[in-house]
């Protein structure tokens, strides 16, 4: 996903054409590979049960959809779409994922330094405020 994200949020790096053409072609190769191997047959990417595999590919594969950054359309991956649903299920999911929220869509214009800044400052008060609600 670097090559969807990282060019939108650090316009500062220069990543050449050739890069992104790489990204782009190889995110296209996991997606099959996940939509048409992995979650053709069950819910999640080893079986029925949500596993840290899923929760390491949601890292990745959900900052990507249409409610945080917006940078990759899932319109042709049915299956990627009902997991992606289903990981929004989990609990602290909001919680978690307060600084995608914050920084919202980016899909037509790089987000300033500032809002980056701040998505992430908000992130870590939302994660202090759990951490302090734990008995």
Known sequence: SIGL???KVRKD???SEDFLATSKANI???FNAIENGWLNDS???VGETMTI???SAYVEIGQLQSIFTNVF???NYPNINRWLDDMQKVDCHDDIHAALYELGDISEEAPPMEKIINANK????VIQEKL???N
């Open 73 to 75: 359309n899932f319109e």
């Open 122 to 125: 908000k992130a870590l008060m």
């Open 13 to 15: 790096l220069n990543f």
């Open 28 to 30: 296209e190769k996991a």
């Open 53 to 55: 595999a899923d929760i």
């Open 132 to 134: 302090a609600n734990i």
């Open 43 to 45: 819910s999640y990417l």
């Open 5 to 7: 994200v990282a060019p």
